[in-house]
């Protein structure tokens, strides 16, 4: 496989929502607030709508060690798209936004903070946790390659993360939340006073295509994250129908790790 880089003055760098610019009348914290509470509700999926926001949650594969009872991760580096003979990830529209948090932190009023076993006990508390996290962890990168025959092109956005806060906000996770139980540090169901912030951005369209995104980050001790997304793009002229109706009506690509050649992308790695 050829892998062909791609120059500045690529469409996919020039579609980067800017640090201060507004996108359908929400700024990076409005997204950042969306994606926390889209994460923890009962339906954490892209459903595939037209101008809906393609919101991705990273490798959540947290688990209790039977033995010890501390919170690990069941397989380092397990995420979407790395399963072998299996396609893994969201068929989108051409027009459909993708909100990527490369590394983040969030945490709620009355959690205990496990660095040192403290109650946090308001906003100004979770605030002061999630801005060290963010100082005080390592690099994050995101990267996106469009997958053309044998060729492909790549695109590096590290530079386009940018840092985001939110507001304070009141957030609910659900009784029936999938991926609760899967991170790093579960909340039980409940409406909670809640603080995030992260590195970010946000893709505003891609062209029609097959597309790889990679994204990930260090944070503050051990934690660690690096995940792949599958993107296939359909036109969003072409039809009205949403995309499970789309789904119905395509063949979905098996993509093997022999064939994309997945060894490239080793965890932490910045191209």
């Known amino acids: 496989m050829v892998e062909e880089p791609i120059g500045v003055g690529n469409s996919i760098e020039n579609n980067i929502l800017k640090e201060n610019e507004s996108f359908r009348g929400m700024t990076y914290g409005d997204f950042l607030r969306e994606w926390l509470m889209w994460l923890h509700s009962s339906s954490p999926i892209f459903r595939g709508n037209r101008h809906e926001i393609c919101y991705v949650h990273g490798n959540l594969s947290y688990i209790y060690d039977r033995e010890t009872?501390?919170?690990?991760?069941?397989?380092?580096?397990?995420?979407?798209?790395?399963?072998?003979?299996?396609?893994?990830?969201?068929?989108?529209?051409?027009?459909?936004?993708?909100?990527?948090?490369?590394?983040?932190?969030?945490?709620?009023?009355?959690?205990?903070?496990?660095?040192?076993?403290?109650?946090?006990?308001?906003?100004?508390?979770?605030?002061?946790?999630?801005?060290?996290?963010?100082?005080?962890?390592?690099?994050?990168?995101?990267?996106?390659?469009?997958?053309?025959?044998?060729?492909?092109?790549?695109?590096n956005l590290d530079q386009k993360l940018c840092?985001?806060?939110?507001?304070?906000?009141?957030?609910?996770?659900?009784?029936?939340?999938?991926?609760?139980?899967?991170?790093?540090?579960?909340?039980?169901?409940?409406?909670?006073?809640?603080?995030?912030?992260?590195?970010?951005?946000?893709?505003?369209?891609?062209?029609?295509?097959?597309?790889?995104?990679?994204?990930?980050g260090y944070g503050r001790g051990n934690y660690f994250s690096d995940s792949m997304y599958d993107f296939i793009v359909k036109p969003a002229e072409s039809t009205k129908q949403s995309i499970a109706r789309i789904y119905e009506s395509i063949t979905v690509p098996t993509w093997s790790e022999e064939e994309y050649h997945l060894d490239q992308f080793k965890a932490g790695t910045k191209v």
């Open 69 to 155: 009872g501390i919170r690990k991760q069941a397989e380092p580096f397990q995420n979407r798209a790395r399963s072998r003979n299996i396609f893994r990830g969201d068929v989108i529209f051409d027009d459909t936004p993708i909100f990527v948090p490369a590394r983040s932190s969030f945490y709620s009023v009355g959690e205990v903070y496990y660095q040192d076993n403290r109650k946090l006990e308001s906003i100004a508390d979770c605030q002061y946790i999630c801005r060290r996290d963010l100082n005080e962890g390592g690099p994050s990168w995101c990267r996106v390659q469009k997958i053309e025959g044998d060729k492909v092109k790549d695109t």
């Open 163 to 216: 840092y985001v806060e939110t507001p304070s906000f009141e957030m609910t996770v659900t009784q029936n939340s999938p991926l609760r139980e899967h991170l790093e540090m579960p909340i039980k169901p409940g409406t909670y006073p809640t603080f995030t912030a992260a590195n970010a951005l946000m893709i505003k369209s891609l062209s029609e295509g097959k597309y790889r995104l990679q994204y990930g």
